[in-house]
């Protein structure tokens, strides 16, 4: 956390061949070497490309409308579009794929991994930092920068890199919470924002997580709404008392049984493609596997929840939003 960081999107372009350092056309495959044909476009690139371009004008639009209700319209066909489009990726290097081939998602993440590469060389000689990227995004950090410079820099990257890129907006702090199994090191993929527009960013962690059950949801998506109004690092860790109020409000609810088996069933047991199941952890430490949880459906008087489990799942919500080196959230959550 620091300064404001700027969001850069990057979006897919419909090339496919690249160009040498010297100018000439080739169809190696940056790293990996393998060929493309550059005599056809081939299916899947054909068929992508009408998704692709309506996202960008559903993206454009979504910017552009003042109205609440047409921009949330907006921004869910965005999303619709987007997993589409992330799903026809996952097909291309899926071994019983009718129409997908290995090669193709290797060359896709090849051609990511220069762009990005590229994109990084050209912001550090203009005197940016890259604070972090991902897929298909950057964070980039300069301090007293404007809107219309990171604009211009998103035209320029487009340009020298060939692939349209979208200015996303500036943050008032963005943190990425430390890996679980090396502390030192964030995750790539875990990360909470907020922009100086009020909107959140929230990426990997419980409030995004589709097996988070309500109860937890709720609870950290409430913490995050006291610490979104911190423009930096200082007003942000000046909030964390009330956030642990919350945090403590929300274990009492726990601790004195008030909360109901719905608000805390998670879904997270596969039975068929397409298909989960609610359930609620009533003892993890029984020695009998099946008493361990049980069904939402299957729930009756005779049972409780676990709380112990429960209020340690609470406490990860709470760590995720807690700054490396700040000891009062993990000495406050234990007593």
Known sequence: MGSPYVRQRISSQNKFWNISSDGRSHNLVPEIGHHLCKKRKGLILRFLKPLLDKRVEYKRLMKNTKDPQQKRIYDERKSALKWGLVTTFG???????????????????????????????????????????????????????????????????????????????????????????????????????????????????????SDTSVFIKRAQLEMIEILSVAKNRKAYESLLPQVMDCFEGYRDKLRSGQVPFVDLAARGVRLMPGQTISYVITDMKARVPSDRARALGFIDGAWGYDVEKYEALLSEALEVLCPVGMSMCSVRIKT
């Open 91 to 209: 097909y291309q290097g899926y071994k019983n794929a009718r129409f997908g081939k290995i090669e193709a998602h290797e060359t896709i993440t090849a051609y990511s991994r220069e762009k990005l590469l590229q994109a990084k060389a050209l912001l550090e000689a203009e005197g940016f930092e890259m604070i972090h990227a991902i897929v298909d995004s950057l964070m980039i950090r300069k301090q007293g920068t404007s809107e219309a410079t990171y604009e211009a820099l998103a035209l320029k990257i487009s340009k020298h890199c060939e692939i349209p890129i979208a200015f996303e907006g500036i943050f008032n702090w963005v943190y990425c919470p430390p890996s679980k199994s090396n502390p030192g090191i964030a995750t790539p993929g875990r990360y909470l924002g907020v922009y100086r527009s009020g909107k959140t960013k929230l990426r990997g962690i419980e409030a995004r997580r």
